[in-house]
């Protein structure tokens, strides 16, 4: 097949084909440069993308992937002449990147965009709206290509399947200026295409273009559905991915490279490159990969240990030997775990599906980047890495690990999440602005950075998003690795859908998936009709280790029927109490958590306890925890939980279940509202966190009903519903629990979910996402695999924050907004006063951010990059004064009905008069104040 420069060099420059191309224009100055920069001429940009494009082909080596997609396709169309088609359809690709901007000959576009005095307006145009350029460039792709699949003589068969595929790859150019894919059939039947024959003679003769009118009336207006079905009859019972991968990808490469050009010239100066984008974000030299993947095995004693006696190794029977609990053998135990994954990966490295189940502190994250940097090292072509989590707790943590373990700098490593802040890879100035910010942005929209850690949703929307801005980055995914933590926190309703993609995508761009979980047995045991490759499992013994008491016996679960049946919170209370007293009697002291469903019930439980009389936690030792608290004063409560100081102090921790996410803290006590049995073992998780302590405990209870959050999913249905019952008995519940046996739950699930996939007529998986994936419905597929199904509103509290929390460790101060952000704020005029930062300054800038916005747009002064930059940067600023809520809560509705809060550009605000209440609605120690809202509704945060 030839190469995409190959089909470069066959297709004549813009500049050939367009008469009097030099009076067309495709950019103008932002207003502030008109005097010092000259305008873009329409080849210029051509040339640039097209530059752009083949750059992002070099350095993220795909070809292979593009060739492979394409090859794919036409042995499931079962094309006749298939070399001949190949190259066609690569040609096709290609193409639509040189024509993407043809359309820009529109003399609307010219004089009234491009204030061009070449041009004069026409007021009888065709175009919706008239300056458009994306309609005509689409019309001009498809009267070059369709008329060339009539000449090239192709067989009758593939004749008809290419002149549909023509028009969907013209798509990519219709909707370069969209915000969302949508539908490729429909916005191509949609578009009229073939009701403007004589209205485009004109512009194609331009070109030198002719387009013959029996196949615009045949393909573009009378016979376009009759050619879509019978495409859609050829595509039955074929995997339809190829296609679809395809052309997203295509959209990606093309909006990506449209975007860089855009913005090399938008930011260079007359006879500069500041623009210019050449940092791709890749591990570009081998050398670099040689020294990360020496780091693991250096930088950290316990991985020195495990690499250097790799070849002696004697292995442990998990199951049999190492018993006794104790720090000793529970390293062992770890550092088996990763000669056994050393070993399996080395013996796998062909291969791109890979499992980790490893139980809780095992030592998960050191595990994955041990198969990360094996990986590496045994397939030059892999040079980028994305860790995948549920929670920017674990994104900060991995972050800082990575850094630590990998030795990785600012210029390799950074977080992407909706409170990270703006990431820089160059040195700031002494003026507080970084070196060039004009990079640091494009580094940062894209990503260009070899190891990114993100968000779950952040990254699945990449696989499946409708949506331009994050398809942008979907070309960075081939050649990668990308690592999954905590899978089991993903409803299993879209673990088909996960497996689905995952799968696909691994096999058409050479990526290497590495899933982890503590608890979830491989995903692959769904029944997936399309699925690739099986899963290797790099601890394949995990029940072994799962089971052996230096993991398992670390928590007892106990299950005491007075806790199951007619709990009242009063009872709750005093066995709480009786048992936190009996370890305190016998330890000296105790460190309990206690867990609830509902912020409500925590904080209900917190005032029966101040008011119980008891003497065994100090007011001042007895934290909330929730939703609702601000992360600095979350960060405050945990640094004072770990510090060693307080080891000798009764502390109570209240919490609901956002301790759970990855939260970093070891209790000796521990009761739980039972819920999901995962969230149960997560729970277990953060006592006796290093198994250092005996006679630790978790005790379930059922004060809350868990269906109103659980209802849906699977897992609960299992343990609750009717049919199952005799299969997951009480005794199973704890047996799961207490000896690790979480397959027992999961086979349960898998014939479940599978049960359903094989339904006919019903909304399972083959409705929602194989047939959208043929239909190329990109609207639906997005719709119809949501990570967070749940809409959320962020909340901001104009409140004093301080600026520094005492560290955990040093007992020193840790900042809470770093010296950048400070240095930003004070650009505004804006200093800490006292230690402390006020919320309702950081709001004014915010507002004057988006006054100068609107100013700009008013003033039409175009892209204004430090708007954007500032934005960012204040974004994580921001996230510390803000947390979460159910969208249209009846608690969101009562605040806004009392004046408490009010909807304001973006957030949920709330305001002075709740603030300055008698009874405020929002307590810096225990969050959001239900004492101060009449509302009886529970809401889980």
């Not at 004549?12 to 224009?25: A, F, G, R, T, V």
């Not at 103008?28 to 008109?34: F, H, W």
């Given at each position: ?6 089909i470069?060099?066959?297709l ?8 009097n ?6 950019h ?8 010092k920069?000259?305008?873009e001429?329409l080849?210029?940009?051509c040339?640039?993308?097209n530059?752009y494009f ?16 394409i ?7 079962k094309?006749e ?8 359809i ?5 193409s639509?990147?040189v ?6 000959i529109n003399e ?12 004069r307006?026409?007021?009888?145009s065709?175009?919706t709206?008239?300056?458009?350029h ?11 290509f369709?008329?060339?699949?009539v ?5 009758e ?8 595929i ?7 150019i219709?909707?370069?200026h ?14 009229n ?6 209205e ?11 387009f013959?009118?029996?196949y615009?009336?045949?393909?573009l207006?009378d016979d ?17 991915f190829p ?9 990606s490469l093309?909006?990506a490279?449209d975007y860089?050009?855009?913005?090399e010239?938008?930011n260079?100066?007359?006879?500069g ?12 030299y ?9 780091n693991?095995r ?14 002696s190794?004697k ?27 050393i070993r399996?990966?080395r013996?796998?490295?062909?291969k791109?599906l890979f499992y980790?189940?490893?139980?809780t ?6 595990l ?16 980028k ?6 929670f920017?707790?674990l ?18 490593l950074?977080e992407i ?7 820089s ?7 507080g602005?970084?070196g060039?910010?004009?990079?640091d ?13 993100l ?8 696989l499946?998003?409708?949506n ?6 979907l070309h960075?995914?081939?050649?990668s690795?990308?690592?999954?933590d ?5 409803n ?7 497996l ?8 058409y761009?050479?990526?290497?998936f590495?899933?982890?979980?503590a608890?979830?047995p ?8 399309t ?28 299950f005491?029927?007075?806790l ?8 709750l ?14 330890k ?8 609830f469903i ?9 005032q029966?306890?101040?008011d ?6 100090d ?8 939703g609702?608290?601000?992360e600095?004063e ?9 510090n ?10 209240i919490?609901?279940?956002?301790v ?9 006590l521990g ?7 995962d969230?149960?073992?997560q729970?277990a998780?953060?006592?006796n966190?290093?198994?250092s302590?005996?006679?630790c ?10 269906n109103?959050?659980?209802g ?7 343990l ?13 519940i704890s ?7 979480f397959y027992?739950?999961y086979?349960?699930?898998?014939e479940r ?6 339904k ?30 749940q809409?959320n ?25 770093s010296k950048?952000?400070l240095?930003f704020?004070?650009?505004f005029n804006?200093l ?15 507002e004057?951010?988006?006054?100068r916005e609107?100013k ?5 002064k175009?892209?204004d ?19 979460s809520?159910?969208?249209?809560s009846?608690?969101?509705t ?5 004046g408490f ?8 605000l709330i ?13 810096i ?16 945060l």
């Amino acid at each position: 097949m030839l190469t995409c420069k190959q089909i470069f060099e066959l297709l004549l420059p813009i500049e050939q084909q367009l008469k009097n191309h030099s009076d067309y224009l495709a950019h103008l100055p932002n207003k502030e440069d008109a005097e010092k920069k000259s305008v873009e001429l329409l080849h210029e940009h051509c040339h640039l993308v097209n530059t752009y494009f083949l750059k992002l082909i070099e350095e993220h080596d795909l070809e292979n992937i593009i060739d492979s997609l394409i090859i794919d396709l036409c042995n499931k169309l079962k094309f006749e002449g298939k070399e001949k088609v190949e190259n066609f359809i690569k040609k096709l690709f290609v193409s639509t990147i040189v024509f993407h901007d043809y359309g820009k000959i529109n003399e609307n576009f010219q004089a009234l965009r491009m204030t061009n005095n070449k041009f004069r307006k026409n007021t009888t145009s065709p175009f919706t709206p008239p300056h458009g350029h994306s309609w005509l460039g689409t019309y001009i792709f498809n009267s070059q290509f369709l008329e060339e699949v009539v000449q090239e003589q192709f067989e009758e068969y593939d004749e008809c399947l290419l002149f549909t595929i023509t028009t969907f790859f013209s798509y990519a150019i219709l909707m370069h200026h969209s915000s969302n894919l949508g539908s490729v059939s429909e916005k191509i039947k949609d578009s009229n295409f073939g009701k403007f024959y004589e209205e485009m003679k004109s512009y194609l003769s331009k070109y030198g273009f002719t387009f013959n009118k029996e196949y615009s009336d045949f393909i573009l207006r009378d016979d376009y559905e009759t050619l879509l079905k019978q495409f859609r009859e050829e595509q039955q019972n074929e995997d339809s991915f190829p296609l679809y991968a395809l052309l997203k990808l295509n959209f990606s490469l093309l909006t990506a490279s449209d975007y860089l050009a855009t913005h090399e010239y938008m930011n260079s100066s007359e006879h500069g490159k500041e623009g210019a984008t050449v940092d791709f974000g890749v591990f570009k030299y081998r050398e670099r990969i040689v020294e990360v993947c020496e780091n693991i095995r250096k930088s950290q004693l316990h991985n020195q240990k495990t690499f250097s006696e790799l070849e002696s190794w004697k292995d442990y029977d998990a199951a049999e030997e190492l018993q006794e609990m104790s720090k000793p053998n529970l390293n062992l135990l770890r550092q088996q775990m990763a000669v056994e994954l050393i070993r399996n990966i080395r013996n796998n490295t062909d291969k791109r599906l890979f499992y980790i189940e490893a139980p809780t502190g095992g030592g998960k994250t050191n595990l994955s980047m041990i198969a990360l940097t094996e990986l590496l090292d045994q397939n030059p072509e892999l040079n980028k890495v994305f860790y995948v989590f549920p929670f920017t707790t674990l994104i900060t943590q991995t972050y800082k690990s990575l850094k630590e373990t990998l030795i990785l700098n600012d210029n390799e490593l950074v977080e992407i999440h909706s409170k990270a802040g703006f990431h820089s890879k160059r040195e700031e100035n002494e003026d507080g602005e970084y070196g060039n910010e004009k990079k640091d942005y494009i580094d940062n929209k894209f990503a260009l950075f070899p190891v990114s850690v993100l968000s779950h949703v952040k990254f699945f929307d990449i696989l499946k998003t409708n949506n331009k801005e994050t398809n942008y980055l979907l070309h960075r995914l081939a050649n990668s690795i990308v690592i999954i933590d905590e899978v089991q926190t993903y409803n299993p309703n879209i673990w088909d859908k996960m497996l689905y993609f995952i799968s696909q995508y691994s096999a058409y761009f050479n990526i290497r998936f590495i899933l982890m979980s503590a608890t979830l047995p491989k995903i692959d045991e769904l029944d997936i009709p399309t699925f690739k490759e099986e899963f290797v499992d790099l601890l394949p013994n995990a029940q072994k280790y799962l089971s052996n008491p230096n993991f398992s016996k670390r928590v007892q679960f106990v299950f005491d029927e007075e806790l199951m049946n007619n709990l009242t919170i009063e009872k709750l209370r005093d066995f709480v109490l009786e048992k936190s007293e009996i370890y305190a009697n016998n330890k000296g002291s105790v460190h309990t958590i206690i867990e609830f469903i509902f912020k409500k019930s925590a904080s209900n439980f917190r005032q029966l306890i101040l008011d119980s009389g008891q003497t065994l936690f100090d007011e001042e030792n007895i934290f909330v925890l929730s939703g609702t608290i601000l992360e600095p004063e979350r960060r405050k409560i945990i640094n004072t939980i770990k510090n060693k100081d307080n080891r000798d102090k009764n502390i109570l921790l209240i919490t609901t279940q956002v301790v759970e996410a990855g939260v970093d803290i070891d209790m000796d006590l521990g009761f739980k509202n039972t819920s999901l049995l995962d969230s149960d073992e997560q729970l277990a998780g953060r006592v006796n966190r290093n198994a250092s302590k005996d006679t630790c405990e978790v005790y379930l209870f059922k004060l809350n009903d868990a269906n109103f959050i659980y209802g849906k999913d699977e897992r609960y249905k299992v343990l609750t519903s009717k049919d199952t019952k005799a299969k997951i008995s009480k005794e199973d519940i704890s047996d799961i629990l207490n000896k690790k046996e979480f397959y027992r739950l999961y086979k349960e699930v898998f014939e479940r979910i599978n049960l359903y996939n094989r339904k006919a007529y019903a909304d399972n998986f083959g409705a929602e996402i194989l047939d959208n994936v043929e239909k190329l419905n990109f609207d639906e597929i997005d719709r119809n695999f949501k990570i967070i199904d749940q809409k959320n509103e962020t909340v901001f509290v104009p409140i004093q924050l301080p600026v520094q929390i005492e560290s955990s460790i040093t007992g020193e101060q840790e900042d809470i907004f770093s010296k950048d952000e400070l240095k930003f704020l004070e650009v505004f005029n804006l200093l800490p006063e006292a230690g402390m930062l006020d919320g309702r300054d950081v709001w004014d800038v915010y507002e004057s951010l988006i006054d100068r916005e609107i100013k700009n747009k008013k003033e039409e002064k175009g892209f204004d990059i430090k708007v954007k930059i500032d934005f960012k940067v204040l974004q994580s600023i921001m996230s510390k004064f803000t947390f979460s809520l159910f969208a249209h809560s009846k608690v969101v509705t009562e605040l806004q009905t009392l004046g408490f809060m009010q909807e304001k550009y973006g957030f949920l605000l709330i305001t002075e008069s709740g603030l300055n209440l008698s009874n405020p609605v929002y307590l810096i120690k225990h969050g959001l104040n239900e004492s101060a809202i009449q509302t009886t509704e529970n809401f889980f945060l």
